[in-house]
C-alpha cells in the first residue's frame, strides 16, 4: 500500500498570504495520479484538483497543483478567509490512500 | 447539480449490523463507480469500499472484506454500504462519493454530507 505523508501538520497563516502543502508518497505514484481536497468543519470533502495539475470546475486559480513520481504539493497563491480548512491528498494510481491532512489555519 | 444523500447512520451495539444508503441524482447513475470513504471522529479520510457502474465488481479495504457489502440499485439510483459486525472502531462519519469515471482510475469528484455510525454499549 502506497502511504502518503502530508506536511506540515498545521500551517499558521493570515489572509493575503502563500500557502505550500507537501504530499510525500513511499512509492511512485502511477501516472502521477493525484487528486487534492478541501475539508471545512462539518462538512464533506471538496474536489480541488487532480491528475496532479488540473484543477476541478469552479476551483479559483489561486489553488495549483504540482509534482512527480513523490513529491507533490499543493499551493494556494493568496489565501481567502474561506480557504482556511483541512486538506487532504490522495493517490488513486494503485489502488486509493489519502494522506493524514495538512490544516491551514488562521494565525 | 449531482446530488448524494447519505441516510441509514446511527447508534449500533458492538456486533451489531446496519445499512447505509445514498440516493444519487443528477447525474447518470449506472455510468460511475460508487463508493464509501469513512471519517473517525478527529480523524483523516479512509476508502472503504467500491462498486462498478454494473454493480458486477466490487471493491473493499482490507478491514471491510467479510463484513460489508456494497451494493447498488439501478431503479432506485442508490448505493448501499451493508456492515456488520461493528466494532467500536468502525466509529465514523460515512460519506458516499462519487467517481470521475466508470473505470479505475479514478478520483472522487462529488461526495455526499455524510451519515454518522456511532459503535458503542
Known amino acids: 500500500e502506497i502511504v502518503l505523508t502530508q506536511s506540515p501538520g498545521t500551517l499558521s497563516l493570515s489572509p493575503g498570504e502563500g500557502a505550500t502543502l507537501s504530499c510525500r508518497a513511499s512509492?511512485?505514484?502511477?501516472?502521477?495520479?493525484l487528486a487534492w481536497y478541501q475539508q471545512k468543519p462539518g462538512q464533506a470533502p471538496r474536489l480541488l484538483i487532480y491528475?496532479?495539475?488540473s484543477r476541478a470546475a469552479d476551483i479559483p486559480d489561486r489553488f495549483s497543483g504540482s509534482g512527480s513520481g513523490t513529491d507533490f504539493a499543493l499551493t494556494i497563491s493568496r489565501l481567502e478567509p474561506e480557504d482556511f480548512a483541512v486538506y487532504y491528498c490522495q493517490q488513486y494510481g494503485t489502488s486509493r490512500t489519502f494522506g493524514q491532512g495538512t490544516k491551514v489555519e488562521i494565525k | 447539480e449531482v446530488q448524494l444523500v447519505e441516510s441509514g447512520g446511527g447508534l449500533v451495539q458492538p456486533g451489531g449490523s446496519l445499512r447505509l444508503s445514498c440516493a444519487a441524482s443528477g447525474f447518470t447513475f449506472g455510468s460511475y463507480v460508487m463508493a464509501w470513504v469513512r471519517q473517525a471522529p478527529g480523524k483523516g479520510l479512509e476508502w472503504v469500499s467500491a462498486i462498478s457502474g454494473n454493480g458486477y465488481s466490487t471493491y473493499y479495504t482490507d478491514y471491510a472484506k467479510g463484513r460489508f457489502t456494497i451494493s447498488r440499485d439501478k431503479s432506485k439510483d442508490t448505493v448501499y454500504l451493508q456492515m456488520s459486525s461493528l466494532s467500536v472502531d468502525d466509529t465514523a462519519a460515512y460519506f458516499c462519493?462519487?467517481?470521475?469515471?466508470?473505470?479505475?482510475?479514478?478520483?472522487?469528484?462529488?461526495w455526499g454530507q455524510g451519515t454518522l455510525v456511532t459503535v458503542s454499549s
Open positions: 491528475a496532479t495539475s
Open positions: 512509492q511512485s505514484v502511477s501516472n502521477n495520479n
Open positions: 462519493a462519487k467517481a470521475s469515471g466508470s473505470a479505475w482510475p479514478y478520483f472522487f469528484d462529488y
